[in-house]
């Protein structure tokens, strides 16, 4: 029988708090710093430990940089991985769904704890974009490094663009 | 728990329980739902016509804001946008000949929502990635979730266009 698992146990929010700590070298992104000097985190009604995790564009590795040791992300079965996943998704979505705010959908704890699962859940995102439609985008993007959809692209048209990446990766069909 | 927004989609017809909780202004005599649940835009796209795009003024992809707003989730920069779009803050949200009207909620000082006017006088309003809904009153949704509607702005009607 398929036990649950305690949403303790997912410790991404180290990995993906490392991926984006703007002070970090490893995330440094031209221009950025600069141009975010004259906001505060009271702009955005946040502490100033969350505006750090927005100040910066979704994690996309530019040069060399060096991987989090992999302890650092506990290993999961497929299974495993899907619950968690799956749990995580249901916690975030029942938890914004009433929310306009995109700091809020991204910012909040499942969501980066999804962040933090890594690579291996790539599909499930993708999975969950073309069932659910929903705000995975920064999540793909931090993940992957990378973002297919064209510059402007709508909602549909960045779903699309993703969902087609993703078949071209053969993470979906 | 089941999702809101499939691709297949599900037009509801009466008020969820968990909205009702949320917005305890909201209740079936004063509220009716008016589209399914879409994640594809927010209640400030839809405050401004737009159904295609999330608003939300995060410097970087994958959320829209216009170039001419600041960047910033402020009260300032969300009336730089609906300043854009011909608005400017009056003083009643009664309905107003030949005026469209948009309310905006804050809370704790930072805008969390708004809400259009229709022809009718009642209210519309995308709730978060839920669906929209038309009500009575600006009040309904007055609360923990949203707080309450700072300021109502209104521009001038763009009188629609008949058969030539």
């Given at each position: 029988m398929p036990r649950d698992i305690?949403?303790?146990?997912?410790?991404g929010s180290r990995w993906s708090t490392a991926l984006t700590e703007p002070n970090s070298s490893r995330t440094a992104v031209p221009g950025q710093a600069k141009s975010q000097?004259?906001?505060?985190?009271s702009d955005f009604g946040v502490t100033t430990s969350l505006f750090r995790l927005m100040s910066v564009q979704p994690f996309v590795p530019t040069g060399s940089f060096v991987l989090p040791p992999t302890a650092m992300r506990r290993a999961y079965t497929s299974d495993e991985l899907s619950r968690v996943f799956h749990q995580l998704a249901d916690k975030w979505y029942g938890e914004t769904k009433f929310t306009s705010s995109g700091t809020e959908l991204v910012l909040h704890p499942a969501y980066q704890r999804i962040i933090g699962?890594?690579?291996?859940?790539l599909p499930l995102i993708l999975g969950e974009l073309q069932e659910h439609p929903s705000h995975w985008f920064w999540a793909l993007q931090s993940v992957?490094?990378?973002?297919?959809?064209?510059?402007?692209?709508d909602f549909d048209g960045r779903r699309q663009a993703w969902l087609e990446w993703g078949r071209l990766k053969g993470y979906i069909r | 728990m089941a999702r809101m927004g499939t691709v297949k989609g599900l037009h509801q017809v009466m008020l969820s329980d968990e909205m009702k909780t949320a917005f305890p202004g909201l209740n079936d005599s004063n509220t009716d739902p008016a589209s399914d649940a879409t994640a594809a835009y927010n209640c400030i796209a839809w405050a401004a016509e737009d159904t295609t795009r999330w608003w939300w003024p995060i410097p970087a992809p994958p959320f829209y804001w216009p170039e001419t707003a600041p960047k910033a989730v402020t009260v300032p920069a969300f009336l730089a946008v609906f300043a854009d779009l011909g608005y400017n803050p009056c003083d009643s949200a009664g309905l107003e000949a030949g005026y469209e009207k948009v309310a905006l909620y804050v809370r704790a000082g930072v805008p969390t929502h708004a809400a259009r006017q229709l022809s009718t006088g009642r209210w519309t309003s995308k709730i978060g990635q839920a669906e929209d809904i038309d009500h009575a009153s600006l009040d309904c949704l007055e609360g923990d979730n949203y707080g309450g509607v700072f300021i109502i702005l209104r521009r001038v009607a763009v009188p629609l266009l008949g058969p030539s």
């Open positions: 305690d949403l303790t146990e997912v410790d000097t004259s906001i505060t985190a699962l890594g690579p291996a859940v992957s490094g990378e973002d297919p959809a064209p510059s402007g692209a | -």
